[in-house]
Each structure stands twice: as structure tokens, then as C-alpha cells.
């Protein structure tokens, strides 16, 4: 009896599992229209598309960070070209600006009463020697006047006695404008000098910044195309790496222009593929198109080739289906 039992059940069991095999063959589901529907072709994609992500820097390829099938984040450094260069450029330009901010701090502070009392010894000893030059020159005049030296023996005097004066005045002017104190035009004339050492700085972080390739969003590497070593040019069609964010999937259909009047958003959809034999996974029509544009998904039907406009449709899919980005798909869209 109790093998009867058991018996029953397998059987029972062995029922159950083909009848949910058959309600899963290609075709609809159960309770979706099969003739208040039209049939389509599509391609899966992810949420935004494919991002093609290129730098903005032409350079030879130094790191890459990921390999296909990788999750990444926002901001996330995927990337880094050869940047030597910039660096260098940027560490110049941050010299540049320390040296202008300690320019104008000293500005801002006026002369340490260190180095007033120095220009006013250097003054002294200016003036000393002044004094002593123009002594010797009136000295020379005499004697030439009375034939005991030369005429150029007192030119030369003189001369010096000039170069003496010179460095004097020199002196009393430096000493007289650390007494006075900074000029305000000179203050402007510091702060205006860092700004513009600051600017330079930044803008050498910005270029160095455009070396570094990084995630524009959070998502998965699709394909990585370039590997180290390889040159990049800078907005050409070849990018480093590919991006998809797989955690939403839809599919792009391709609506023929005889059945545009009976797609509508929020239609249900159902999508099947040869790779996935047996199966048809769920979703609903979020967005269509309002400009009819070229076909995305291409089959070997000639009809296909001929109707090359078409109208796409976003069909967002239920859960997370494994399909693979850029996968060819029929599409069943319901039209009551």
C-alpha cells in the first residue's frame, strides 16, 4: 500500500512537470492574445543604451583597470592614459602659485623691522661712500688744476664719484618705501598674479583630469576594445571600453509603418529567441518613437531588408531575464 502511495505521487509529480514544460514552449502565454497582436523584430539593450565611452584626449593607452564583464560605478577609473606631461605641467603650475601666494602674503604683512634696519645700514654705507667719492673727486680737481696728477686721473674720480651717488639714491629709495609701507596698486598687482597662477594650476588639473577614463554610469563592461599601449584620438568611433547597465533591460522593436496605429504605451509584450528555446519572457511597452528612423534589428527575411523605416518601440522587461545585450528577439506586442 505504501508503494502504491509513492508510486501515485511520482507520477503525479511527473505530470505536473510536463504539463509547466508545455506552458512554456516558444509561443504566447496563457491569457495573451494570439490574434489581437502583431509580431516584431527587436533588439535587447540596456537602461540608456550602450554608453561608447571615448576621452576627450588623444594619448597612448599607459592602465586599463577592467575586463569585460566587470561591474562598475560612477566615477569609477576605468582607464588611464600615458600622463606624464600633464603632471608635470600641473606640479609647475602648483610651484607657480605658492610662490605667488607668498608674494603677496609678504605684501599684505609689509617689511619685518629686521629688514628695515638693514636698508637703513645699507643706506648709511651708501651714503659714507658717497660722501668719500665726491671728496676724492674735489681732491683730483685741485691737483689737476695744478698740474701735479693728470686729466683723466681726475675724470675717473668723478665717474666714481657719480657710481657712488647712484647707489645711494638707490638706497634711500629702498629704505623709504619699506618705511612707507606696501602701495595698495601693488597689493592688486600680487592678487591679480595669483589668480592667474591659480588658473593656470587648475587648468593643468582639468587636462590631467581628461586622462583619467572613468564611468559615467553604474553598470556592467560590455566589451573592452583597446588594451594597453594602443593609441586612442581623441571623439573618434573607437572607443576604450563599452558600458550597459544590466540592471534593467528593454528591447528596441522595430515597428512597421503598417502597424503604427495599433502600438500604444503600456501594451503587454512578450519576447522569445532561438537561444533561449521554449522560453518568452514578459514586458510592457514604455516608450514609442516619434520619428520613424532605420531598422535595428536585421534578420535574414528579405521583407525586413525592404522595409529599412520603421518606428522603435521600448519594451521594458519584467525581472531580470538573461539576456544578453544586443541580442536579436521576436516581439509580440498586444493591440486590443
Known amino acids: 500500500m505504501t508503494l502504491g502511495v509513492v508510486s501515485g505521487a511520482l507520477v503525479l509529480g ?20 494570439t490574434t489581437d497582436s502583431i509580431i516584431e523584430g527587436g533588439v535587447v539593450t540596456p537602461l540608456g543604451g550602450t554608453r561608447v565611452i571615448i576621452p576627450q ?5 599607459a592602465k586599463i583597470y577592467v575586463h569585460s564583464g566587470d561591474s562598475v560605478k560612477t566615477g569609477q577609473l576605468l582607464a588611464e592614459l600615458d600622463n606624464a606631461d600633464y603632471r608635470a605641467a600641473l606640479a609647475a ?21 629686521q629688514t628695515i634696519e638693514q636698508a637703513r645700514a645699507v643706506l648709511h654705507e651708501a651714503q659714507a661712500q658717497e660722501a668719500l667719492a665726491a671728496n676724492e673727486a674735489e681732491r683730483r680737481d685741485i ?13 675717473q674720480a668723478r665717474a666714481e664719484a657719480a657710481v657712488r651717488r647712484a647707489q645711494s639714491e638707490k638706497a634711500a629709495a629702498a629704505y623709504a ?20 597662477a591659480v588658473a593656470e594650476r587648475d587648468r593643468a588639473a582639468a587636462q590631467l583630469e ?15 576594445t583597446l588594451n594597453v599601449g594602443e593609441t586612442v584620438t581623441a ?5 576604450v571600453v563599452l558600458i550597459g547597465d544590466l540592471h534593467e533591460l528593454f528591447v528596441r522593436a522595430d515597428v512597421s509603418k503598417l502597424d503604427l496605429s495599433r502600438v500604444r504605451v503600456g501594451a503587454r509584450a512578450l519576447i522569445s529567441t532561438d537561444a533561449f528555446p521554449g522560453q518568452s519572457f514578459p514586458g510592457k511597452v514604455v516608450r514609442v ?10 534578420s535574414n527575411d528579405p521583407a525586413d531588408r525592404r522595409d529599412d523605416k520603421t518606428l522603435a518601440a521600448l519594451i521594458e522587461l519584467d525581472g531580470h531575464p538573461p539576456l544578453p545585450i544586443g541580442l536579436r528577439v521576436d516581439v509580440r506586442i498586444a493591440t486590443h
Request: aromatic share 2%; no cysteine; glycine share 8%.
Open 14 to 33: 511527473l505530470a505536473l512537470t510536463i504539463t509547466a514544460s508545455s506552458s512554456n514552449e516558444h509561443g504566447p502565454r496563457a491569457g495573451f492574445p
Open 57 to 61: 584626449l588623444s594619448g597612448i593607452i
Open 93 to 113: 603650475a602648483t610651484a607657480q602659485v605658492q610662490l605667488r601666494s607668498a608674494e603677496l602674503e609678504k605684501l599684505r604683512h609689509g617689511a619685518r623691522s
Open 143 to 155: 691737483l689737476a688744476r695744478r698740474k701735479l696728477i693728470s686729466t683723466e686721473q681726475a675724470e
Open 177 to 196: 618705501e619699506l618705511v612707507a609701507g606696501t602701495r595698495p596698486e601693488d597689493i592688486a598687482a600680487a592678487t591679480a598674479a595669483l589668480a592667474v
Open 210 to 224: 581628461k586622462t583619467m577614463i572613468r564611468s559615467p554610469v553604474d553598470g556592467i563592461v560590455l566589451k573592452r
Open 235 to 239: 571623439f573618434t568611433p573607437i572607443p
Open 289 to 298: 518613437s516619434g520619428i520613424m528612423g532605420k531598422r535595428h534589428a536585421i
